[in-house]
């Protein structure tokens, strides 16, 4: 079993900044990917910004350039830098990772998720 545990979400103004990071524990062999995805009320699940474990990444168009992921493969850990938040970047963010387990096999996981809420 993986666990991942979420933390850094809150209440900002438009135009300010937030942290989030997202711990990996369990019985992990190997992490492939981790990333952040985001929910909006009432719209789908949607990717936000994902990480390789060769340093590779990807954004959404709409964070591009606002928004920054990063790892610590030492500890399991992801990170997303936001700033410049505005108010359609509220959501519940939620950590996602994917590898191999030493004893179920594939990790496909998720965290909680934390909730981003930006004012105007």
């Known amino acids: 079993q993986v666990r991942l545990v979420e933390s850094g979400g809150g209440l900002v103004q438009a135009g300010g900044s937030l942290r989030l990071s997202c711990a990996a524990s369990?019985?992990?062999?190997?992490?492939?990917?981790m990333g952040w995805y985001r929910q909006a009320p009432g719209k789908e699940r949607a990717l936000v910004a994902v990480?390789?474990?060769?340093?590779?990444?990807n954004y959404a168009d709409s964070v591009k350039g606002r928004f920054t992921i990063s790892r610590d493969s030492a500890k399991n850990t992801v990170y997303l830098q936001m700033i410049s938040l505005k108010p359609e970047d509220t959501a519940v963010y939620y950590c996602?990772?994917?590898?191999?387990?030493?004893?179920?096999?594939?990790?496909?996981?998720w965290g909680q998720g934390t909730q981003v809420t930006v004012s105007s």
């Open positions: 996602h990772a994917e590898g191999l387990s030493l004893i179920t096999g594939s990790i496909d996981s």
């Open positions: 369990g019985s992990i062999f190997r992490i492939d990917a």
């Open positions: 990480i390789t474990s060769g340093g590779v990444t």
